[in-house]
């Protein structure tokens, strides 16, 4: 009977060991997954700061302006530099001024290969190497090969990945040229940050939404590439809360967006400051 017994309690033992093995072998799992879906619904949101540094339009006339795109976003973790503009004199010059030391920046994201976009970045890392540059994987050799040769790092993007906690690119989505987006979980809501938007703004708000699994969009800054005006429109269907058009929109889309969104269109262009709290 005791001999019964302890087979039975060795048998039970068994079972509960096997079982506390599967459970912790799918926990691994869910915590290994890779790319954009590993993001928390019960992670705290961030506050961040959006930095317009390079722009061919202007907020502040103590800035330089000229055609291209960069803006930094900073979150409580990291300093992100994305873009670089066309010409790192007047990227460096605008940071100064906005009292921004570019050693303060580890990671830069590279939207596409267009000059407008990656001809501060060389410059930039002249004045500081230890960086790690995210650029679309269909970026030249000579590119990388630059990087390697300042003295910086460089990961390929083609998938959607993880950048910094809370910010995410959208992978390399087909313009021509590829390009990718940043999406920043914001704590209003998802942020999303396009260069030229080759891809389409609309096409990049979708994908977006759909990689994070959202409903509703906080906001949509950067270049907008002159889409059709039938966009606005798009955007409210997207349930985009608020927008900021700059670089390479168009006056007339801009001008479009400013009317239908009211309080919640953002005038957007170098020196300009969004603090979301
Ligand atoms: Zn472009
Ligand atoms: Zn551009």
Not at 125 to 154: A, C, E, H, Y
Not at 177 to 191: F, M
Not at 232 to 257: I, N, W, Y
Request: aromatic share 8%; proline share 5%; glycine share 8%.
């Amino acid at each position: 009977m005791i001999k019964m017994n302890l087979k039975i309690l060795i048998l039970i033992g068994i079972l509960i060991l096997a079982g506390i093995g599967i459970w912790l072998s799918v926990q691994t799992e869910k915590i290994t997954q890779p790319g954009i879906s590993i993001v928390s619904e019960k992670e705290e949101k961030q506050e961040i700061t959006l930095i317009s540094v390079y722009d061919n339009y202007q907020v502040d006339p103590e800035m330089k302006t000229s055609w291209g795109f960069a803006t930094i976003i900073k979150t409580p973790r990291d300093v992100i530099l994305f873009d670089t503009g066309g010409n790192s004199e007047i990227l460096l010059f605008n940071m100064k001024k906005l009292g921004i030391d570019p050693a303060s920046i580890k990671k830069i994201v590279i939207s596409h290969i267009h000059g407008d976009h990656t001809g501060g970045l060389e410059g930039f890392l002249d004045k500081n190497p230890n960086i790690t540059v995210f650029i679309p994987s269909s970026f030249p050799q000579s590119i990388k090969d630059m990087i390697i040769q300042k003295g910086g790092r460089f990961v390929e993007i083609s998938a959607p990945e993880k950048i910094s906690d809370f910010v995410y690119t959208t992978g390399e989505l087909y313009g021509p040229p590829k390009e990718q987006s940043l999406i920043v979980d914001s704590k209003k809501g998802l942020v999303i940050i396009t260069g030229c938007a080759h891809p389409g703004v609309v096409n990049i708000v979708e994908r977006a939404k759909e990689l994070m699994k959202r409903d509703k969009v906080y906001l949509v800054l950067g270049g907008f590439h002159h889409p059709p005006l039938s966009c606005v429109k798009e955007f409210r269907e997207l349930e985009v809360e608020k927008v900021a058009p700059s670089h390479c929109t168009g006056d007339l889309v801009r001008e479009a967006f400013r009317e239908e969104y009211k309080e919640d269109f953002i005038e957007y262009g170098v020196g300009k400051i969004i603090e979301i709290r």
